[in-house]
C-alpha cells in the first residue's frame, strides 16, 4: 500500500498541449493590404503637408518681401487755421518802363554824359558819337543836289524852248517830247538826292544819344573811343540801360483758387526784408485773365508809388493781397515742406500713391507753417519726405503719434 502511495506521490501529473494551427486563407491578405495603403496615405499625407508648408512659407516670404519694398511713409492731415482775408505771394519787383538805348548810327563815342545811377529827364543828352564818314556822305549828297538842281534847271531852259519853236513847227514833235521827258527826269534826280540828303541829316542827328523817359541810368556800357555800331540785339552794342522807377509794377502769380477774388482795385502792401516792420501800399490794377496751365495760377500786376526811389528794381517782395472774401489757411509741420527748383511742394498720399502738390505759403510759426493754398484738411501731408520723393510711388502710411487724424 505505502509502495503504491509513493508511486503515486513522485509520477507528476501530465498535461496534454494541443498544437497550435496556422491561420491562413483570403481575409488576412485584405487585412495586409489595407495596413499598407493606411501607411501609404500616411506617408503621402506627411510628405504633402510638408511640401504645402513650404509653399505656404514660400508664399508669406515672398509677400513680406513685397511689403517691405513698399516704403513706409508718416503721415498728418493739416490742421484748420484762422480765416483770412489777407494771402501772402512772393513778387517780383520791377520799373514801370526799361529799355536798352542803342545808336542809330555808326562811328565812334565821342563823350558820355551821365554814368549808372543818375536821374535824368526826357530830352536830356547822354552821349555824342563822332561820325566822320556820315559827314563826308552829307556832303557829297548836298553837292548831288546842287549838280541835279543845275540839270534840272538846263533841262527846263530846253524844255521850254522846244515848246517854243513846237508851235512854230520849227521842230520836231519828238524833239519836244524828248526835252520834256529829260526834264521830268531831272526834277526825279533832284528829289531822290534831296531823299538823300535828309537821310544823311537824320544820320547825323542820331549822333546825339537823347533820354527817351524820364528814369535813372542802371547801366553804362560803353566809352570814350568805342566804336558803335548802328542797331540793337547782335548787330549793335547798348550804350545804355534805363529804367522808370517813379512807379513800380510787381508782379504776382496768384492761385486759381483766389482767381475770382483778384480783380483790378484791390488793395495790396509790399513787405521787403530790408525794411522790417514797414510796408508800402500798391494797388492790383490788371491781370492776364488767364489760369496758367502749368501752374494753375494768374498773373497779376501791383502797381507801386515810388517817387521817393525807396524801392529798387529787380527786388524781392512779399505781396499782402487784402482779398474780399474770406479764405482759410492750414498750418502743418515745417519738415514737410519740399524744396524743388520749380517751386515750393507739399507731398500727399492719395489712393495710396505719392502726389507732389505746389503750395502758397503764409505765415511762418517755427516748426509750423502756414499754407495759404493747395491742400485741404482732409489730406494726407507727408511729414519729413526723403529728397528723391516723386509723383506716383506706391507707399504704406503710417500715421504720427499725436496729430490729428
Known amino acids: 500500500?505505502?509502495?503504491?502511495?509513493?508511486?503515486?506521490?513522485?509520477?507528476?501529473?501530465?498535461?496534454?498541449?494541443?498544437?497550435?494551427?496556422?491561420?491562413?486563407?483570403?481575409?488576412?491578405?485584405?487585412?495586409?493590404?489595407?495596413?499598407?495603403?493606411?501607411?501609404?496615405?500616411?506617408?503621402a499625407?506627411?510628405?504633402?503637408?510638408?511640401v504645402g508648408a513650404r509653399v505656404k512659407a514660400a508664399t508669406a516670404l515672398r509677400q513680406e518681401t513685397q511689403e517691405l519694398a513698399?516704403?513706409?511713409?508718416?503721415?498728418?492731415?493739416?490742421?484748420?487755421?484762422?480765416?483770412?482775408?489777407?494771402i501772402v505771394l512772393p513778387g517780383n519787383v520791377q520799373a514801370f518802363t526799361d529799355a536798352p538805348i542803342y545808336a542809330r548810327t555808326s562811328g565812334y563815342l565821342k563823350r558820355w554824359y551821365f554814368d549808372i545811377g543818375a536821374h535824368v529827364k526826357a530830352g536830356q543828352l547822354l552821349a555824342d558819337i563822332e561820325t566822320p564818314e556820315i559827314d563826308k556822305q552829307l556832303e557829297q549828297a548836298r553837292a548831288d543836289v546842287k549838280t541835279a538842281e543845275t540839270n534840272l534847271k538846263l533841262a527846263e531852259i530846253t524844255t521850254n524852248r522846244y515848246q517854243a519853236l513846237l508851235q512854230q513847227d520849227a521842230i520836231a514833235r519828238q524833239d519836244a517830247d524828248q526835252a520834256a521827258a529829260s526834264f521830268r527826269a531831272n526834277q526825279t534826280m533832284v528829289d531822290s538826292a534831296r531823299a538823300?540828303?535828309?537821310?544823311?541829316?537824320?544820320?547825323?542827328?542820331?549822333?546825339?544819344?537823347?533820354a527817351p523817359f524820364?528814369?535813372?541810368?542802371?547801366?553804362?556800357?560803353?566809352?570814350?573811343?568805342?566804336l558803335i555800331n548802328a542797331g540793337s540785339g547782335t548787330t549793335g552794342q547798348e550804350l545804355f540801360h534805363m529804367a522808370a522807377i517813379d512807379t513800380l509794377r510787381v508782379y504776382v502769380n496768384v492761385p486759381q483758387v483766389y482767381s475770382r477774388s483778384a480783380v483790378p482795385g484791390v488793395m495790396a502792401d509790399l513787405t521787403l526784408t530790408e525794411f522790417p516792420g514797414r510796408r508800402f501800399p500798391g494797388k492790383l490794377v490788371r491781370t492776364s485773365d488767364s489760369i496758367d496751365s502749368t501752374t494753375r495760377t494768374l498773373l497779376a500786376e501791383v502797381d507801386v508809388e515810388n517817387k521817393s526811389g525807396t524801392?529798387?528794381?529787380?527786388?524781392?517782395?512779399?505781396?499782402?493781397?487784402?482779398?474780399?472774401?474770406?479764405?482759410?489757411?492750414?498750418?502743418?509741420?515745417?519738415?514737410?515742406?519740399?524744396?524743388?527748383?520749380?517751386?515750393?511742394?507739399?507731398?500727399?498720399?492719395?489712393?495710396?500713391?505719392?502726389?507732389?502738390?505746389?503750395?502758397?505759403?503764409?505765415?511762418d510759426f517755427g516748426t509750423e507753417i502756414e499754407v495759404a493754398s493747395g491742400i485741404t484738411d482732409q489730406d494726407s501731408v507727408i511729414v519729413n519726405p526723403p529728397d528723391s520723393l516723386t509723383s506716383g510711388v506706391a507707399v504704406n502710411v503710417v500715421p504720427v503719434a499725436g496729430a490729428s487724424q
Open 1 to 43: 500500500m505505502q509502495s503504491d502511495k509513493s508511486a503515486m506521490i513522485e509520477r507528476p501529473t501530465e498535461k496534454r498541449v494541443e498544437p497550435v494551427q496556422r491561420t491562413s486563407g483570403p481575409g488576412w491578405t485584405i487585412a495586409w493590404i489595407l495596413v499598407v495603403l493606411v501607411v501609404v496615405l500616411l506617408v
Open 45 to 50: 499625407w506627411m510628405v504633402f503637408r510638408g
Open 70 to 86: 513698399i516704403p513706409s511713409v508718416a503721415v498728418a492731415h493739416p490742421k484748420m487755421g484762422a480765416m483770412k482775408d489777407e
Open 196 to 210: 538823300n540828303v535828309k537821310r544823311l541829316e537824320d544820320m547825323v542827328s542820331f549822333e546825339k544819344i537823347y
Open 214 to 226: 524820364d528814369g535813372v541810368i542802371t547801366a553804362r556800357k560803353t566809352d570814350i573811343g568805342a
Open 311 to 363: 524801392l529798387l528794381p529787380g527786388a524781392y517782395a512779399e505781396v499782402h493781397l487784402k482779398l474780399g472774401a474770406k479764405n482759410p489757411a492750414f498750418i502743418i509741420p515745417v519738415t514737410a515742406l519740399i524744396f524743388r527748383s520749380d517751386g515750393m511742394r507739399v507731398g500727399v498720399v492719395r489712393d495710396g500713391k505719392t502726389d507732389l502738390i505746389p503750395v502758397v505759403l503764409g505765415h
